[in-house]
């Protein structure tokens, strides 16, 4: 039995269960179909129950696979584009923050390990404490956007409480850029 729900005196069936149905109109098991589209049967089942939905890639996939248009799966469920932007969106900002994360890793290994493999310039320990500065606004700027700004009470954007944030974290980076900067040096006294 397919669940339906009115809507302006159109019936809207909801994204789950137009899955679901045509799957079986097909007669494929959910192993079948995650196997032509190149995803887990734990996700085809998590999208007929309505747990998640699909992303955009294995959406197109799926008209393929039961021929169907996408305007046909999407149109009528505004909530799945909007799930499947978001998800994407958070995806490529997680790649987009590994590069500055690692970088900033590698950079903080250096000026700490002057100790084992000799001592660093006073430019060149500067050069990379200010790197690691740098690298770590984007790395905040890439959390904030991911996890979402920080909300006041009327639910609008506190700029104030956004910028607090930003920087306090430069302050703390350069202070603890100080500091490891003068580890080394406190440490082969």
Same mark, same amino acid.
């Given at each position: /039995?397919? !669940? @339906?729900?009115?809507?302006?005196? /159109?019936?809207?069936?909801?994204?789950?269960?137009?899955?679901?149905?045509?799957?079986?109109?097909?007669?494929? @098991?959910?192993?079948?179909?995650?196997?032509?589209?190149?995803?887990?049967?734990?996700?085809? &089942?998590? %999208?007929?129950?309505?747990?998640?939905?699909?992303?955009?890639?294995?959406? !197109?996939?799926?008209?393929?696979?039961?021929?169907?248009? *996408?305007?046909? #799966?999407? #149109?009528?469920?505004?909530?799945?584009?909007?799930? =499947?932007?978001?998800?994407?969106?958070?995806?490529? #900002?997680?790649?987009? &923050?590994?590069?500055?994360?690692?970088?900033?890793?590698?950079?903080?290994?250096? +000026?700490?390990?002057?100790? %084992? %493999?000799?001592? #660093?310039?006073?430019?060149? =320990?500067?050069?990379?404490?200010?790197?690691?500065?740098?690298? +770590?606004?984007?790395?905040?700027? +890439?959390?904030?956007?991911?996890?979402?700004?920080?909300?006041?009470?009327?639910?609008?954007? =506190?700029?104030?409480?956004?910028?607090?944030?930003?920087?306090?974290?430069?302050?703390? @980076?350069?202070?603890?850029?100080?500091? /490891?900067?003068?580890?080394? =040096?406190? *440490?082969?006294?």
């Amino acid at each position: /039995m397919i !669940v @339906t729900t009115l809507t302006k005196g /159109m019936i809207i069936m909801e994204l789950n269960k137009k899955l679901k149905a045509k799957r079986q109109e097909l007669s494929l @098991t959910q192993e079948q179909v995650a196997e032509k589209i190149y995803v887990s049967q734990k996700s085809v &089942s998590n %999208w007929e129950t309505g747990k998640s939905y699909p992303d955009i890639e294995s959406l !197109v996939r799926l008209a393929t696979l039961y021929e169907l248009s *996408l305007d046909h #799966l999407l #149109l009528e469920e505004p909530k799945v584009v909007e799930e =499947s932007t978001e998800q994407t969106k958070r995806t490529v #900002l997680k790649k987009l &923050s590994l590069f500055p994360f690692f970088t900033t890793i590698v950079l903080v290994i250096i +000026l700490l390990g002057q100790k %084992w %493999w000799g001592v #660093l310039s006073e430019e060149v =320990s500067l050069l990379i404490s200010l790197a690691i500065v740098l690298n +770590l606004v984007p790395l905040y700027s +890439l959390t904030k956007k991911e996890i979402g700004q920080v909300k006041n009470i009327s639910g609008q954007t =506190s700029r104030f409480k956004n910028n607090a944030r930003l920087v306090f974290i430069v302050l703390v @980076t350069i202070i603890g850029c100080f500091l /490891m900067y003068k580890i080394p =040096s406190l *440490l082969s006294d």
